[in-house]
């Protein structure tokens, strides 16, 4: 171990670009589309807040903010993020996805970890969600919208941690 192995401590988030500014990135490959679309009402009446949501290709669940990770729900469906600007940022992973107890869910993060935007926040197995008969939709809600003046998602196809799924204003 050498004298400044301590500063590679998280060389892999290090190492991604900086998301541009007021931006949520697309935290799955797939298709964003608008939450109030979702086979959901609390996320389709924007009950918990307003974001986007992905239609997702893949399993592999992206940061779509740089921040503090402040949640974590036991079966790993969720995550609450909290950004050094003080948005509140809610990944949630499938609808109704908290009756699996966790199961088809990885996570290598704990509350108070730091994230960057583009890192890998968990893996979730699609095909347990079919089985299951559970929508596979991530949904990524601003939780505060008292914080933010205007949002802009972006309905288009995303690439994790490349596109940019949402703008906002304060």
Known sequence: MGMFDFLKKNKAA????????????????GKIVPVDTLPDPVFAEKVLGDG??????????????SGKIVDI???????????????EVLVHIGINTVSLNGAGFRTKHKVGD????????????????EQNQLPKFTVVLITNMDAVHVIRPNYTAAEAGKTVALTYEK
């Open 14 to 29: 290090a190492d991604l670009p900086e998301a541009p500014a007021n931006t949520l990135l697309a935290v799955q490959n």
């Open 52 to 65: 986007y949501a992905i239609d997702p290709t893949d399993g592999k669940v992206l940061s779509p903010v």
């Open 73 to 87: 729900q036991d079966s790993l469906h969720a995550y609450g993020i909290e950004t050094p600007d003080g948005l």
């Open 114 to 129: 730091t994230v960057h935007a583009g890192e890998l926040l968990a893996e979730v197995n699609l095909n347990l969600l």
